[in-house]
């Protein structure tokens, strides 16, 4: 299953499975799922694919991450360490910043909503991070929410005012 940017007022995310059907959301009611083991299209960067996964405890974006393992010159990587190096690479380092700006908005919402936590932890982390309001915003469009009105992530409700994300 795969999820793509619709075409929206907002970039609301349009899902479809191996066969390609589509399963569009109501935009209007802001009703947003980020489940897991679901690749998540959030547009692009620079013109290029930028997607991410989120698993169990852990997030995968299309950048991919730098290659594990042993840098020994004429070491042997394996073609998974092979594929990740070169998804890392295909990313400016620019690129690399922006979607550092986005990711940890995505998937701290997702782990919100599914262990329950606070919205303090989400702004503190926000601050932490030196992401603003404005980047917060920005990055909450990815994933189809116009900030304006109220929003739901994996049944949890939310708005966002005063420049920080409050439960609903």
């Not at 360490?81 to 998937?107: M, T």
């Not at 919205?119 to 900030?147: C, P």
């Amino acid at each position: 299953m795969r999820i793509e940017s619709g075409s929206y007022g907002v970039s609301v995310p349009r899902i479809t499975d191996s066969r390609h059907t589509r399963i569009e959301p109501v935009a209007p009611e802001q009703k947003v799922s980020l489940p897991e083991g679901v690749v998540l299209d959030l547009g692009s960067l620079g013109g290029k694919e930028f997607t991410m996964t989120i698993h169990d405890n852990v997030m995968e974006w299309s950048g991919g991450r730098l290659v594990p393992g042993s840098t020994t010159p004429g070491s042997r990587v394996t073609p998974e360490q092979q594929r990740a190096c070169n998804a890392s690479k295909a990313y400016s380092l620019a690129e690399h910043r922006e979607a550092s700006q986005i990711l940890p908005v995505v998937y701290d919402l997702h782990l919100m909503a599914k262990n329950g936590w606070s919205v303090d932890y989400f702004n503190q982390h926000m601050e932490q991070l030196n992401l603003t309001s404005d980047r917060v915003q920005r990055a909450l469009g990815r994933v189809g929410i116009d900030t304006a009105k109220p929003f739901e992530v994996n049944g949890r409700s939310y708005i966002f005012a005063d420049g920080r994300l409050q439960s609903a």
